[in-house]
C-alpha cells in the first residue's frame, strides 16, 4: 500500500470515530446518577405502598359487607297480621234432616182380597181420592145375616109388644094376674133390646163393608205401594196388620237440625235460616224455627229443632239430606285470628307480637274453632302485629324485621306452620 493509501485510510477510520463520539450522550457526573436512583426506588415503594393499602381497604370493605349480611340474615323476617272483631251475628252450617210435613202408614180396616189399586208410587193424590178396593165376601155375607136376624128381632118385638097391650087391657077387668102382665111387658122391653142389638151389629158390618174402599186421609204423595191385585189383605184381627200404602204431605217441610248446645239459648222460634241441598247448590230454601225439644240430648249434647221449609214445587223430597245455614246473635265480639298464628307449647297456647322490632309471647285462650279461624277470648286491643306462621325457635325479646304488610294480609288464611 502506498503512502497516500495509507493516508486516506487513515482519516476514514478517524472520522468514523468521530461520529461514533459525537452520536454517544454526554457522561453525566456521578451525584446526579445516584438521585435519579433514589428517585426510581421511591416512585417503586409508593406504588407497592399504595397497592398493598388498596388490598388492605378491598378486604376490611368485604369483610364489612359481610358482616352486614350476616347480622342482616341474622335477623328473622315475619310477617303479621292484625286481629278483626268477631260478627255480630255467628253464621253457623249444620246438617239437617228433611221430613214430610204428615207421613202415615195406609192400613185396611177390613180383610179380604185387593180387588183394585188405582195410584202408584209418585201419584199426587187429594183427601179422600179413592186409591183401592177390596173384595170382602165374609163382610158380605156376615151383613146378610145381620141384617136377617135384624128383620126377626123387629118381628119377635112388634109380638111382644102386642101380646104386652093385651094383658095391660085384660089387667083392668082383673081378667089375668099382675104378675102375668109384669112378664109380659118385660118380654116386650127384652125384644126391643135385641132390636137395638141387632142394629148395632148390622151398622158394625155396613161400616167393615164401607172399609172396602181406601180413600186418601190428606193432600199428599205416594212413596210407597206395598200391595197388588189378589193379595191377601190382613186388618190385624188374625196377626200383622199389612200396609197398603204410604202416603207423604209434602207441602210443607219439616226440617230436623240438631244444634250444639252452646247456641242452644239462641236457637228461638222465630229464628230465620237458609236450607241448601248438594244436588241444587245454587238454590237456597227460607226455613222458620218453629219448636224445639225444649231439652239437650245426653248422648249428643244436642238441642233438637223443627224449621218449617214451604215446599210448593216439591224440589224438596222426604227423608232428604241438607245443611241448615243460620245466623245467631254473637253476644261476645271477641277477636278473631288465623289458626297459623298459634304456638303450641308446654307453657300453653300463646301467640308472638311484634313491638318495637321484638318479638313478645303472651298467652292466649280460645273460644270457637271454625277451622280456618279462631276466637280469642283474651284481652286484645286489636291493634297487635301477630306474627304469622311463628318458627317453633321463635323466642320472647328476639329481634325480627317486618315483611311487607299487604302481602302479609293476603296470607291471613292458615297454611301451614312453618318449622
Known amino acids: 500500500m502506498s503512502l497516500d493509501e495509507r493516508q486516506d485510510f487513515q482519516s476514514t477510520v478517524n472520522l468514523e470515530d468521530e461520529q461514533a463520539e459525537s452520536r454517544q450522550p454526554p457522561s453525566e457526573p456521578g451525584p446526579a446518577r445516584r438521585a435519579k436512583r ?105 151383613l146378610q145375616q145381620a141384617r136377617a136376624d135384624l128383620n126377626t128381632a123387629e118381628a119377635n118385638l112388634h109380638l111382644a109388644e102386642i101380646t104386652a097391650a093385651r094383658y095391660e087391657n085384660l089387667l083392668k077387668s082383673d081378667a089375668v094376674s099382675q104378675q102375668d102382665t109384669d112378664n109380659a111387658v118385660s118380654e116386650g122391653k127384652a125384644r126391643k133390646a135385641m132390636v137395638e142389638s141387632a142394629q148395632f151389629n148390622v151398622k158394625r158390618l155396613e161400616d167393615l163393608q164401607s172399609f172396602q174402599k181406601i180413600y186418601a186421609p190428606f193432600d199428599g204423595v205416594i212413596t210407597a205401594r206395598k200391595t197388588d191385585i189378589g193379595a191377601l189383605i190382613n186388618s190385624g184381627a188374625g196377626g200383622p196388620a199389612q200396609e197398603l200404602f204410604h202416603i207423604a204431605s209434602t207441602h210443607i217441610m219439616r226440617v230436623y237440625v240438631n244444634v250444639p248446645q252452646v247456641n242452644s239459648l239462641a236457637a228461638k222460634p222465630g229464628l230465620t235460616a237458609d236450607l241448601t241441598l248438594a244436588e241444587r247448590p245454587n238454590q237456597r230454601f227460607t226455613g222458620r224455627l218453629v219448636r224445639s225439644a225444649e231439652a239437650i240430648d245426653q248422648a249428643s249434647r244436642t238441642l233438637l229443632t223443627e224449621f218449617d221449609v214451604e215446599n210448593p214445587t216439591g224440589a224438596l223430597l222426604p227423608g232428604a239430606y241438607g245443611v241448615i245455614h243460620f245466623k245467631l246473635p254473637n253476644e261476645n265480639l271477641n277477636y278473631m285470628l288465623p289458626v297459623n298464628t298459634l304456638i303450641f307449647r308446654s307453657e300453653g297456647l300463646q301467640i308472638a307480637i311484634v313491638r318495637d322490632d321484638h318479638v313478645t309471647l303472651i298467652p292466649v285462650t280460645i273460644g270457637h274453632d271454625y277451622g280456618t279461624q279462631v276466637e280469642i277470648t283474651s284481652d286484645l286491643k286489636g291493634d297487635e302485629s301477630v306474627v304469622l306462621n311463628p318458627p317453633d325457635s321463635l323466642t320472647s325479646g328476639q329481634q325480627v324485621r317486618i315483611a311487607d304488610s299487604s302481602a302479609a294480609e293476603g296470607k291471613g288464611q292458615p297454611e301451614g306452620k312453618s318449622e
Do not use: M
Not at 352486614?68 to 303479621?80: F, G
Not at 249444620?94 to 180387588?115: E, H, K, S, V
Open 38 to 142: 433514589a428517585l426510581w426506588l421511591a416512585l417503586a415503594v409508593l406504588l407497592v405502598a399504595a397497592i398493598v393499602a388498596w388490598g388492605i381497604t378491598v378486604r376490611k370493605r368485604a369483610s364489612a359487607n359481610v358482616e352486614r349480611d350476616t347480622r342482616e340474615l341474622a335477623v328473622l323476617t315475619v310477617s303479621v297480621v292484625h286481629a278483626k272483631r268477631a260478627s255480630p251475628q255467628e253464621e253457623i252450617d249444620l246438617p239437617a234432616n228433611i221430613q214430610p210435613w204428615i207421613d202415615a202408614p195406609i192400613y185396611a180396616r177390613t180383610n179380604g182380597y185387593l180387588n183394585r189399586w188405582y195410584v202408584d208410587i209418585g201419584a199426587r193424590v187429594k183427601k179422600d181420592q179413592l186409591l183401592a178396593e177390596i173384595d170382602t165376601p165374609e163382610i158380605d155375607q156376615q
